[in-house]
């Protein structure tokens, strides 16, 4: 059974760091390319980031450029999310999601729960 | 980016009754649409991708049609469990990007 866990979430003052991190379990980790989604709460999905099997494709969303770095360790089948500059208008759940395929080009095939994070001084 | 358009913002049906969602992309994705559905404190599941393939264990009231830059889910008859909110999602060019979503809602 595929399983993604996220972790690392809580409240945090605009301009500090977080770091989420999603253990993954239930498939081979290093095939698949994977992906964190986030949403506001009340408000709609919003793709942040994405990275392929290899790491040599990573993407990111015009909102999280320059602040948001994605990595993934296939060893310890874990993907992160380095989020650094925070405003407060990136509170939301965050979602980790796999993708059906190894580049990153595709759609989300499982979920994790999703873990909130709140920006707020 | 492509920009994803999904009407109405909500549609109110009866159980029973057939419920037919739009999507609109900005410019042609061709096929490449997946929908999901989302119930309230839970994270999205897949319904359709290819534009119109159900996902493993999705009911076959639900089905997926369109190409280019319009597309639709039909759920045949609505079942209790389908009132939720429904997203379009296109993966064919980063930023991937997501329609604003159509709650359906009881009647």
């Known amino acids: 059974e595929v399983q993604l866990v996220e972790s690392g979430g809580g409240l945090v003052q605009p301009g500090r760091s977080l770091r989420l991190s999603c253990a993954a379990s239930?498939?081979?980790?290093?095939?698949?390319?994977m992906h964190w989604v986030r949403q506001a709460p009340g408000k709609g999905l919003e793709w942040v980031s994405g990275i392929s099997w290899n790491s040599n494709n990573i993407g990111y969303a015009d909102s999280v450029k320059g602040r948001f770095t994605i990595s993934r360790d296939n060893a310890k089948n874990s993907l992160y999310l380095q989020m650094n500059s925070l405003r407060p208008e990136d509170t939301a759940f965050y979602y980790c999601a796999k993708d059906r395929k190894y580049t990153g080009n595709d759609f989300f095939d499982y979920w994790g729960q999703g873990i909130l994070v709140t920006v707020s001084s | 980016e492509i920009v994803m358009t999904q009407s109405p913002a909500t549609l109110s049906v009866s159980p029973g009754e057939r419920a037919t969602l739009s999507c609109r992309a900005s410019?042609?994705?061709?096929?490449?649409l997946a929908w999901y559905q989302q119930k309230p404190g839970q994270a999205p599941r897949l319904l359709i991708y290819?534009?119109?393939t159900r996902a493993t264990g999705i009911p076959a009231r639900f089905s997926g049609s369109g190409s280019g830059t319009e597309f639709t889910l039909t759920i045949s008859s609505l079942q209790s469990e389908d009132f939720a909110v429904y997203y379009c999602q296109q993966y064919n060019k980063w930023p991937l990007t997501f329609g604003g979503g159509t709650q359906v809602e009881i009647k």
């Open positions: 410019q042609s994705v061709g096929s490449i």
């Open positions: 239930g498939f081979s980790f290093d095939d698949y390319a």
């Open positions: 290819g534009a119109s």
